[in-house]
Structure formats: structure tokens, C-alpha cells
């Protein structure tokens, strides 16, 4: 979501605000992006290269609105779709999944061709790490890629877009080596058919 809600510009949730653009000024060398001084107390922020504009997020949004999923593969992600404001809301982790794995690609494909490169990569990561099969040499590689990963990101975005959850990735291979195939370590069929609710009402019946 925060890759998401960055790109998307979405009010609120962006982490591509004026105290970020402040924060360029001290820590980055980002001449283009620093907020610009037009007297009067009045500052300009330029638009940023890995943002779209509001037309480039109705048209994503209503190509996201129509799309049809097999079933169980993904909700309906229609109703996720605010056409006037031009953002997707209210996304499940399962929907973030679909989206950052299958999705990104296309709907992110009017990006500059060297931001959306390395989107395409973090998304071949999910995509790799969820595979039925997981080769433990190949687990070693993406161990080793993807610091390298992160450093090509933080050479995009601004220094307030990363938290700890950015920085988790580096920790998925490894788990992966552990832990096996990573479905098998998921909630999202319990969430599915609701396990959860149905055992602790069966524990409550007993107590």
C-alpha cells in the first residue's frame, strides 16, 4: 500500500508530501524536487516523476474497475475503485498481493521507464517468493539482490517513504528457506472460509 498510495498520489496516505520535500533539502541532492520559493511565503512543489496525474489515475482505476479474476484468485476489486478521485481504497492483504504480483506491471507501465524497472523487479520478487516450488540456491540470490533492491529505491523515492515494513523484505528469502513455500504459512485461506470464527465458536461451546 505504500508503494501504491505514493504512486497513486493518494491524498492523505502519500508519503510524497511538502515535510518530504523539506527533508530532500537537507538529506538529498535532489535540485528537482526541493519545494521552490516564490516570495511571499509561497512555495511551488513540482510534480514528481514517479507520481501520476490525476487523468493517468482515473484511467488505471477505471481499467482496474473492469477487470475479471478467476474465482478465488482475487475479490472483486470494482468496489476498491473511487472514479472521482481517481484511487483504489479498502484493499485486502490478499488484493495487495494480487495487485503487486500480476497487476503492477500493466497499470504502472505509463511510469519513466527506469522507476518502473525497478517496480517490475520488486514485483518479480513477490511473484518468486509465492511460487509452489522455491529452489534454495535461488532463495540465495534473491537474499543477496535484494538489499540492492532497496538502494535502487531510495534513489527514487523521498527519505519519509520507508519504514520498517520496506525494509522487512530483506528478511522474506531467508524465512523462505525455513519455513518452506510460502502458502503454506499464509492466513489468507482461514480468512477465506473464516476457520478462525468457526473454531473459537466451537471452543466456546465446550467451555
Same mark, same amino acid.
Given at each position: 500500500m505504500n508503494v501504491l498510495d505514493t504512486v497513486m498520489d493518494i491524498k492523505g496516505k502519500t508519503k510524497e508530501t511538502n515535510k518530504a520535500r523539506l527533508d530532500l533539502a537537507q538529506i538529498c541532492n535532489r535540485k528537482k524536487l526541493e519545494l521552490k520559493d /516564490?516570495?511571499?511565503d509561497k512555495l511551488i512543489k513540482s510534480k514528481a516523476a514517479y507520481t501520476f496525474t490525476k487523468s493517468q489515475r482515473v484511467f488505471i482505476c477505471k481499467w482496474v474497475k473492469e477487470l475479471k479474476f478467476q474465482d478465488g484468485y482475487a475479490s472483486n476489486l470494482g468496489k476498491c475503485v473511487n472514479l472521482n478521485q481517481g484511487k483504489l481504497h479498502g484493499m485486502e492483504s490478499h488484493d495487495c498481493r494480487a495487485f503487486m504480483q500480476r497487476l !503492477?506491471? /500493466?497499470?504502472?507501465?505509463? !511510469?519513466?521507464k527506469s522507476i518502473w524497472k525497478? $517496480? /517490475?523487479e520488486l514485483s518479480l520478487f513477490f511473484r518468486e517468493l509465492s511460487s509452489t516450488t522455491l529452489n534454495v540456491e535461488h532463495l540465495r540470490v534473491m537474499e543477496e539482490n535484494i538489499p $540492492? $533492491?532497496?538502494?535502487k529505491w531510495e534513489q527514487i523515492f523521498p527519505p519519509s517513504f520507508f519504514d520498517s515494513m520496506?525494509? $522487512?523484505l530483506i528478511h522474506l528469502p531467508y524465512e523462505a528457506k525455513v519455513g518452506g513455500p510460502v502458502q503454506y504459512l499464509w492466513m489468507y485461506p482461514f480468512e477465506r472460509y473464516n476457520i478462525t470464527n468457526h473454531y473459537y465458536n /466451537?471452543?466456546?461451546l465446550f467451555i
Open positions: /516564490i516570495g511571499g !503492477l506491471p /500493466i497499470a504502472f507501465d505509463a !511510469l519513466p525497478v $517496480l /517490475i $540492492l $533492491l532497496l538502494c520496506e525494509h $522487512l /466451537i471452543c466456546c
